[in-house]
């Protein structure tokens, strides 16, 4: 989501990506307790202030010159305007994580319980919203690898 590469990435190519780190991950659990900590769901920059005051993101092409990917009107600050598809995304990016981290490392903990614009940030909107199950134990139906 920090780079022009990775807001471009495609579903799979964005799931898929975090599979490449379960050897990574395995081969640090050998040696000390891991445990992944400050992750989200979120496929894009489009948060206020993730950059900085003021400072735009990536995706919408407003933050140091990067190209523009997409709009943000519709992936940030209002979970009602999420779309089937974009909610299917951010499941899957739950799902593939949090499989990811449980069977590799010592656990997981989310970046935050709650924000205040931006749902696909926090933990709580993502149980309200459905892209988190509740529970958060159990199968992973939408994981990736």
Excluded: H
């Amino acid at each position: 989501m920090f780079s022009p590469g990775q807001n471009g990435l495609s579903r799979k190519q964005r799931l898929q990506s975090f599979c490449y780190l379960r050897s990574e991950f395995k081969n640090s659990q050998k040696n000390l307790y891991t445990i992944i900590g400050e992750w989200t769901v979120a496929p894009n920059d489009c948060t206020k202030w993730l950059n900085g005051r003021g400072r735009g993101s990536r995706y919408e092409g407003n933050y140091q010159g990067e190209p523009r990917t997409g709009s943000c009107y519709d992936k940030t600050y209002d979970a009602s305007r999420f779309s089937a598809e974009y909610k299917s995304l951010l499941k899957a990016m739950f799902d593939t994580q949090t499989k990811l981290y449980e069977e590799t490392t010592s656990g997981w903990i989310m970046w935050s319980w709650s924000t205040e614009s931006s749902p696909e940030w926090s933990f709580k909107e993502g149980l309200k919203g459905g892209w988190i199950p509740k529970g958060s134990i159990g199968p992973r139906s939408s994981a990736y690898c």
